[in-house]
Antibody
Framework: QVQLVQSGAEVKKPGASVKVSCKAS????????IHWVRQAPGQGLEWMGR????????NYAQNFQGRVTMTRDTSISTAYLELSRLRSDDTAVYYC???????????WGQGTLVTVSS | SYELTQPPSVSVSPGQTASITCSGD??????TCWYQQKPGQSPVLVIY???MRPSGIPERFSGSNSGNTATLTISGTQAMDEADYYC??????????FGTGTKVTVL
């Protein structure tokens, strides 16, 4: 069965960086994009970007350009999200999800809470 | 940037039909998806490509997209359908955008 398992919760200080992992299993990792979506406490979903797990090519939402880096390691079927220059309003649950264009995001990780606090 | 607007809340009686709208400029030119999210859980895809249901999603969930509005319809709403619902649009230029979200309450 398809599973996306994310790394554990993180607490970071403002200005620091965070790296979240997303390990995929149950399907051919390079056959789908991995997307990253975040949700601030009590707020809606916000698309951050995606990585083509085959080529490594990325597309980032404008709000995160310059602060976000998405990478992958195909040898261990794992995708990574790194967000730099953290601010308090980056406190959120970060989700990875599998997707392919118009077919939507059909499998999601369990989410990783990132707390930014001094 | 492209924006999708949803009503903040929708209330429905058990067994009745709930309709959730999602508005965006020329939305019919994009593909839409819908996600259900219950408290403390990850979102679940309930509709993709405007009106397609993923495997395992009940037939009471249906979708449409015309003009500037996409609609998620829940027929014969059950208590278990109480959740937040998000629309999402895709095209090759805009990529992905989520709507503002709608809380569905089953009274």
């Amino acid at each position: 069965q398809v599973q996306l398992v994310q790394s554990g919760a993180e607490v970071k200080k403002p200005g620091a960086s965070v790296k979240v992992s997303c390990k995929a299993s149950g399907y051919t990792f390079t056959g789908y994009y991995i997307h990253w979506v975040r949700q601030a406490p009590g707020q809606g979903l916000e698309w951050m970007g995606r990585i083509n797990t085959n080529s490594g090519g990325t597309n980032y939402a404008q709000n995160f350009q310059g602060r976000v880096t998405m990478t992958r390691d195909t040898s261990i079927s794992t995708a990574y999200l790194e967000l730099s220059r953290l601010r308090s309003d980056d406190t959120a649950v970060y989700y990875c999800a599998r997707g392919y264009d118009s077919r939507g995001l059909d499998y999601w990780g369990q989410g990783t809470l990132v707390t930014v606090s001094s | 940037s492209y924006e999708l607007t949803q009503p903040p809340s929708v209330s429905v009686s058990p067994g009745q039909t709930a309709s959730i709208t999602c508005s965006g400029d020329k939305l019919e030119n994009k593909y839409t998806c819908w996600y259900q999210q219950k408290p403390g859980q990850s979102p679940v895809l309930v509709i993709y490509q405007d009106s397609m249901r993923p495997s395992g999603i009940p037939e009471r969930f249906s979708g449409s997209n015309s003009g500037n509005t996409a609609t998620l319809t829940i027929s014969g709403t059950q208590a278990m359908d109480e959740a937040d619902y998000y629309c999402q649009a895709w095209d090759s230029r805009t990529l992905y955008v989520f709507g503002t979200g709608t809380k569905v309450t089953v009274l």
